[in-house]
């Protein structure tokens, strides 16, 4: 909002001065994403609101359908069709609002602005072009003129991460193992000097021992060249572990949001209480774990009015029927059920 | 124990035989209805099999000649003209259905059974049979087609449209096999086989009832393309003139129209010329259409959708 | 009800530049289950536990070794007479979407194997329906909604079900269960594990529970055995409990200090052991087979394997010249 234009020559990345810049705020504000069916418009994503606060982590943790991936492609504004972007905003200091970008300046904003780990690295790699290529091909589309640096920068990111820079760049996808072609991953989204990352299920299809490594380095790379980072994952212990604030998505709505902490702690919505429930523990009695009955809803299924978790709610009422609960703020968290709210007011 | 809810259904329970394959044409119609073009596939291959078999009932054996009405254009009184013989070249197209049609039905049958059998058993069985039986089918489809087919016609006169079908059907089969072969290979690494074997199934079952129907429109699909390739080779081959012109054939009339009736150069022939030049176009753009039906016809995600 | 011993497996690598290099997918497994029992096999990708998995289903054939099911050995008998034993033990894969045909109703799904026994033990057709509807009331189904469904008409949860439903169609002694929730929607993970171990009670059937995390496996069988592989040798093997709270070799403590930290429920361990990453697949084979990557080797651990033993003080056995027991797991925050 304070620079809502920037000239497009600040936009071309600097490689090699690698210039400072803060990390950026982004502020999702009522945005609803729809997908063609023949059932008509069906919402993907409806009413979100979220802030991701400057050199903040956020994890939004969502299980299959629940609209989290759809979230992040919100992001870059790269919603496929049959999907579409039909209400809200996503404010992206430095790059103003981002469903208004299109064509040339869309493509840009991407790679330089905001860096995109897709879900399974493996497959975004081209299998036919070595590692080295491809950053070129990265560079040359964002005419970037000084390659050199751009390889240089890629080594030492590579570096930072554990590996031997100049033999990842030489190496076809095949001769990399899944925690390399993670990191490869991330020094793609990283390269062109963006400042906000998105990393979707980083960890999925890692064994345990990778899973900890990576997220260790998304939570150094993170803090050493000031980013602002969402984490999108099905898995809660992926958020507890690198995540400062969480973000719960059920059927398309954010239920609950706050402190990564407190929620964990103290979660209020109940599909977040169920949720940590029915994670069994390493200690104490393993008979605590609680499976959450019924299951979540599709596209399809999702309820066109009222309360999107009521079906599989213990603290259902009358009231979850009809209305969509408001997300409502009590400090830094945000829960948006009737239940809370009445025992709040009271 | 903590049981997943199951919203109720209504209409539940109705699991027999009969109930099952109504419900699948009626997944095969809707799937039709789904894009008219197949609807007029459909009704285009049914015409042409309503015109092998009955059609040329209702002709005489020798069609009637009018010596006075030689080589005509199309007219109301016939349609597409007449040939040198005077005789009705719409009448001609239907009696010749019968041929054309039949041994490309043979060829299919041939070209799916061998093609099918031995690709399944291959892919199923491995090792070494896989070895030989690819080697044989590999040295199948080195064999030039059509320079065998102009060698046999010298020795044997394809009279009947049966042995037409037989010998196209036995040059054919081995692109079929390699196909099935593939996809059985992939198929058998997928769990539902793997269960089905670690379950003590016969391995008859495992073929017949898991393989096959997951098969189904690709074997549906190689069919009809067998079909096309079966009249386009015989038709060629009568237009060539290499075998006698023992019977009513599209492609004896192609031969004729252009060989003995001038179509190239005299208008008056047009007609003879295009009525089977139609017929064949006809019939290829409804198994086409038909074919892009297959897929969601076999497939009970799609074909329920 | 089953015992295997020393199993072994290699498999050659084909084509490549490493064709013909031979792969240990196992070195000699030794395990038994109990009538009902429980044991659990954890370990990261490619550490063999898979194969164990499909050998012990009778999937796969093994090289070495002796697999006796309910007292008779598997290795003097031919496949085919091998195949009724084999059959008392059935595996779950992974992927219920691939592991149910989709071209097949749940109903045709079930009565192939239903078939197949009624035929044996001369039961009518009568009987096979009510199995049907039998089995999958014991998975937690409704029979009259699912029996005329396709599969992909069924959630992931409700599919797996469904594997779990036709698996007991043939009374197992047995269930392989390989990964069996990891792409199961999270809210609806712990139903499926619910249910195995509901099993368990109900009907006595005999879990091998093949997982990469721990705390699914502690949740199956507590009160059974935990086996912690690597590359092929199990390295640590005790009772899950004992496992989980004082690990001995570093690989399981490194295993169990990778589980992620629920920050704001619990506190990360004491003294968390980060191993070295394993960057170099084509690691020698000459002494410990953790070596490489192990924070605390030493000579000795280069050139020489330590086997699977019990030693002074330390109530599991182990595969390490230096067992020491680490607290590396977290902590439930007190007051929470």
């Known amino acids: 909002m304070a620079q809502p234009e920037t000239a497009p020559p600040q936009m071309a990345p600097a490689p090699v001065p690698a210039p400072v810049t803060p990390a950026p705020g982004v502020r999702i504000d009522g945005l609803t994403v729809v997908y063609k069916t023949s059932a008509g418009e069906l919402p993907a994503v409806r009413d979100v609101s979220l802030t991701l606060e400057p050199g903040s982590i956020t994890g939004i943790v969502g299980e299959s359908g629940s609209g989290k991936s759809t979230l992040a492609l919100s992001l870059l504004n790269a919603v496929q069709p049959p999907g579409r972007i039909a209400a809200g905003s996503v404010e992206i200091d430095g790059l103003g609002d981002v469903v208004g970008l299109a064509g040339e300046r869309l493509r840009k904003a991407r790679g330089a602005h905001i860096g995109y780990v897709f879900q399974a690295a493996q497959n975004s790699l081209n299998p036919l072009k070595t590692v080295g290529k491809q950053l070129l091909d990265l560079g040359r589309s964002h005419d970037v003129d000084d390659l050199r640096g751009l390889v240089r920068e890629a080594k030492e990111l590579l570096g930072r991460m554990g590996l031997d820079g100049a033999r990842v760049l030489d190496s076809h996808q095949h001769e990399l193992s899944g925690g390399m072609r993670q990191r490869v991953g991330i020094m793609l989204a990283l390269v062109l000097n963006a400042h906000l990352v998105v990393l979707d299920e980083p960890t999925t299809a890692l064994d345990m021992i990778t899973q900890a490594n990576i997220l260790k380095i998304v939570r150094e790379v993170h803090a050493e060249r000031g980013l602002t980072t969402l984490v999108i994952t099905h898995d809660i212990g992926v958020v507890a572990e690198v995540a400062d604030r969480l973000a719960v998505m059920y059927g398309g709505r954010l239920v609950e949001q706050g402190p990564t902490r407190e929620v964990l702690g103290a979660p209020r919505h109940p599909y977040t209480r169920g949720l940590i429930q029915a994670i069994p523990r390493l200690v104490g009695d393993i008979d605590e774990a609680r499976a959450l009955p019924g299951r979540p809803p599709t596209l399809a299924t999702v309820p066109e009015r009222g309360c999107v978790f009521r079906e599989r709610c213990a603290l259902r009422m009358d009231i979850c029927e009809t209305d969509d609960p408001a997300a409502l703020a009590d400090g830094p968290r945000i829960v948006a059920c009737h239940a809370v709210g009445a025992k709040e007011r009271t | 124990m903590s049981a997943t809810v199951i919203p109720e259904t209504s209409g539940g329970g109705l699991s027999t035989a009969s109930a099952m394959r109504r419900n699948f044409w009626r997944g095969v119609w809707r799937v039709m209805r789904r894009k008219p073009s197949r609807l007029a596939g459909a009704v285009i291959l049914v015409g042409f099999v309503f015109m092998a078999v009955f059609g040329p009932m209702f002709y005489p054996d020798n069609l009637p000649g009018d010596a006075d009405a030689i080589t005509r254009p199309p007219s109301w009184e016939h349609w597409f003209g007449t040939d040198p013989q005077g005789r009705d070249v719409l009448a001609l197209v239907i009696t010749g259905s019968r041929y054309v049609l039949l041994s490309a039905a043979v060829t299919a049958l041939i070209t799916v059974v061998f093609g099918t059998g031995l690709g399944l058993f291959s892919g199923f069985k491995r090792g070494r049979w896989d070895t030989v039986l690819m080697r044989v089918t590999d040295m199948k489809l080195t064999i030039p087609g059509l320079p065998l087919l102009l060698v046999l016609a010298t020795v044997w006169k394809f009279g009947s449209p049966l042995q037409m079908g037989l010998v196209l059907g036995l040059l054919g089969w081995g692109g079929v096999a390699r196909a099935v072969r593939a996809q059985t290979l992939s198929l058998r690494e997928r769990g539902f086989i793997e269960a089905a074997r670690g379950l003590g199934l016969s391995t008859g079952h495992i073929i017949g009832k898991e393989l096959l129907p997951s098969m189904a429109p690709y074997i549906a699909m190689n069919m009809l393309i067998a079909v096309t390739g079966a009249v386009y080779a015989q038709v060629g081959l009568f237009f060539l003139g290499v075998l006698p012109y023992e019977s009513n054939n599209w492609g004896v009339m192609l031969n004729l129209a252009v060989f003995q009736a001038g179509a190239m150069i005299t208008p008056y022939a047009l007609g003879y010329l295009l009525a089977p030049l139609l017929a064949i176009l006809l019939l290829t753009l409804g198994i086409v259409l038909v074919v892009d039906a297959m897929d969601e016809i076999f497939n009970p995600r799609l074909r329920e959708e | ?336």
């Open chain 3, 1 to 336: 009800m089953i015992t295997a011993t020393g199993i072994t497996k290699t498999f050659k690598q084909r084509g490549g530049v490493l064709a013909g290099r031979e792969v240990h997918a196992l070195r000699g497994v030794d395990f038994s289950i109990a009538k009902g029992g429980a044991a659990s096999f954890i370990g990261e990708s490619g550490c063999g536990k898979t194969t164990l998995g499909r050998i012990i289903a009778g999937l796969e054939s093994y090289d070495g070794g002796e697999i006796a099911i309910a007292g008779t050995p598997m290795t003097p008998l031919r496949p085919k007479q091998r195949q009724p034993h084999f059959r008392k033990i059935q595996m779950i894969h992974q992927d219920p979407y691939s592991a149910l045909n989709p071209t097949r109703t749940i109903h045709q799904t079930l009565q192939a194997p239903l078939a197949l026994r009624a035929r044996q033990t001369g039961r009518s057709k009568q009987w096979m329906e009510e199995r049907a509807a039998e089995v999958l009331s014991l998975v937690g189904l409704d029979p009259g909604s699912v029996l005329s469904r396709y599969p992909h008409q069924l959630s992931g949860g409700m599919r797996q079900r469904v594997v779990i439903a036709r698996a007991l169609t043939v009374d197992p002694e047995m269930l392989v269960a390989d990964e069996a929730v990891s792409m199961i929607d999270v809210s609806l993970r712990l139903g499926i594990l619910a249910l195995l171990k509901d099993l368990r009670e109900r009907l006595g059937v005999a879990v091998l529970f093949i997982t990469h995390d721990v705390a699914t496996a502690r949740y199956i069988g507590d009160d059974g055995e935990l086996f912690v592989i690597y590359r092929g040798q199990v390295v640590e093997r005790g009772p899950v409990d004992t496992v989980i709270a004082d690990p001995v070799h570093p690989y399981t403590q490194s295993l169990l200090s990778a589980i992620p930290v629920l920050h704001g429920l619990e506190e990360p361990g004491e003294q968390p052991v980060v191993p070295l990453e394993s960057l170099d697949e084509s690691q020698a084979d000459a002494g410990c087979l953790f070596a490489r990557r192990c924070p605390f080797r030493d000579e000795r651990c280069e050139s020489e394997l330590p086997l699977l033993q019990v030693t002074d003080g330390v109530p599991q056995e182990h595969a390490c010249f230096h067992p020491r027991s680490r607290s590396v797991i977290a902590r439930p925050l007190s007051g929470v």
